[in-house]
């Protein structure tokens, strides 16, 4: 018979910028499946160069594991389908956790950015259901939005909530056209929700980051 114990982890994060009185605009932004958040952290540090008012907090995901073998680079995932409700209950623990240490070292007034990427998307989307905060602005980047979350359970977080789906011409994993459905299913679920593409795979692109800056 299985059974559950919950116990104390360690969870690791990557953060560029100081927190501080001046700090009024914090982003969260989860890697995707493989990824570790040393590396995926590095695409967004053009947001803080020269800049002492920007954070960038990215959280790892819970579970490492070395993605060829028994040895070599090591990548970390948010949840698989093998006790699949446990680990997402507790990646969203973990980061309403960071999310009350951050956002208590910064003014009132924050404004806040949620972005996932890739198996991110999901993550920020069920965690954002339990959070203590509502973000300024949700972007899920070359993913979707989860489809077992209950719909009254997402109009609560969504309605009137700007949000961005991204996604590459080009990306292997998921195609414009299933972009564009999730981007309509979004909206009636009342996201302000606009579809943005751009040329490329399924990657990060700094160009559409800036205009999502904008």
Not at 52 to 63: Q, W, Y
Not at 164 to 193: C, R, T
Request: overall charge neutral; glycine content about 8%; aromatic content about 8%.
């Amino acid at each position: 018979m299985e059974h559950h114990l919950t116990v104390a982890r360690t969870a690791r994060y990557q953060q560029l910028g100081e927190l501080s009185a001046r700090t009024r605009r914090v982003w969260f932004v989860c890697h995707g499946y493989g990824q570790l958040a040393a590396y995926f952290v590095r695409h967004f540090a053009f947001l803080v160069e020269n800049r002492d008012d920007t954070v960038i907090i990215a959280p790892e995901g819970l579970s490492r594991f070395y993605l060829q073998g028994n040895g070599g680079r090591v990548g970390a995932s948010w949840m698989t389908r093998d006790d699949r409700l446990a680990e997402i209950d507790d990646h969203v623990c973990f980061l309403n956790q960071l999310a009350a240490v951050v956002l208590g070292q910064c003014p009132a007034d924050i404004e806040t950015t949620v972005l996932g990427f890739s198996q991110g998307t999901a993550t920020v989307s069920r965690w954002l259901t339990r959070a203590h905060f509502r973000p300024a602005h949700l972007i899920l980047w070359a993913g979707g939005f989860p489809e077992d979350i209950a719909a009254e359970t997402a109009q609560k977080l969504l309605q009137g909530l700007p949000l961005s789906v991204v996604v590459g011409n080009n990306d292997e994993y998921i195609s414009l056209a299933q972009a564009k459905q999730q981007h309509q299913q979004l909206q009636q679920l009342g996201a302000e929700a606009q579809l943005r593409t751009f040329v490329g795979k399924h990657e990060l692109n700094r160009a559409m980051l800036e205009k999502l800056t904008q």
